[in-house]
């Protein structure tokens, strides 16, 4: 078993459609939970970091962390074509480094 | 742009061969680390540099080895090349090592011919 379980996708959705991705963990020592998107030959940009649980929400991205059940979710309202791109989950025990990440969503805004 | 960037952009090898990828961390950066991402997969974390010395490492074995200089850059060394080697290498530099951000750079795509 992965210790990051994603759905890899793909996802299509019409533009201005609210978007939920989300991944499960089995490891409970994770306490840092971060959100990257990736276009295509680029890098991981990072999108959203949370400690611990709850919620943090910036402009249109709202990320949730639930670990009495290992659940992290990021929603995207209003999506833009631009929002086109591999959404990665990670996770770690000690901060932004030795991240375990999923698999990725591929997801596709349609105009 | 994230101010990280590797080199080469892409490189074709064969197996048993040796390479050596390179990063520019940003200015002040004292921290990076490397991740390797197959085809679908997400990135796989491989080793960190702290003020150049290894600081963490994943599940690679000793073939994949590299080095941290003063001048924020650095290097991924790998020796006798497999096919499954056949990846993009990421590199990630932050501000420290405990740091709640890191910056990627665009990576370097390696096949194993």
């Known amino acids: 078993q992965k210790e990051v379980e994603q759905d890899p996708g793909p996802l299509s959705v019409p533009e201005g459609a609210i978007v939920s991705l989300n991944c499960t963990y089995s490891?409970?020592?994770?306490?840092?939970f971060m959100w990257y998107r990736q276009y295509s030959r680029k890098g991981p940009e990072l999108l959203m970091y949370?400690?611990?649980?709850g919620n943090k929400e910036d402009g249109r991205f709202t990320a949730q962390v639930d670990k009495s059940s290992k659940y992290i979710s990021l929603f995207i309202r209003d999506s833009q074509p631009s929002d086109s791109a591999t959404y990665l989950c990670?996770?770690?025990?000690?901060?932004?480094?030795?991240?375990?990440f999923g698999t990725g969503t591929r997801l596709t805004v349609i105009p | 742009e994230t101010g990280v960037t590797q080199s080469p952009t892409h490189l074709i090898k064969t197996r048993g061969q040796q390479v050596t990828l390179r990063c520019s961390s940003q200015?002040?950066?004292?921290?990076v680390s490397w991740y390797q991402q197959a085809l679908g997969q997400g990135p796989q974390f491989i080793f960190q540099?702290?003020?150049?010395?290894?600081?963490g490492r994943g599940n690679f074995p000793p073939r994949f080895s590299g080095l941290q200089f003063p001048n924020y850059s650095s290097e991924l060394n790998v020796n006798a090349l497999e096919l499954d080697d056949s990846a993009l290498y990421l590199c990630?530099?932050?501000?420290?090592?405990?740091?709640?951000?890191?910056?990627f750079g665009p990576g370097t795509r390696l096949t194993v011919l």
């Open positions: 990630a530099s932050s501000f420290e090592r405990g740091a709640d951000t890191q910056y």
């Open positions: 490891n409970s020592a994770f306490q840092y």
């Open positions: 949370t400690y611990s649980s």
């Open positions: 990670a996770m770690s025990r000690t901060g932004a480094n030795n991240l375990f």
């Open positions: 200015s002040g950066h004292n921290t």
């Open positions: 540099y702290y003020r150049e010395e290894e600081n």
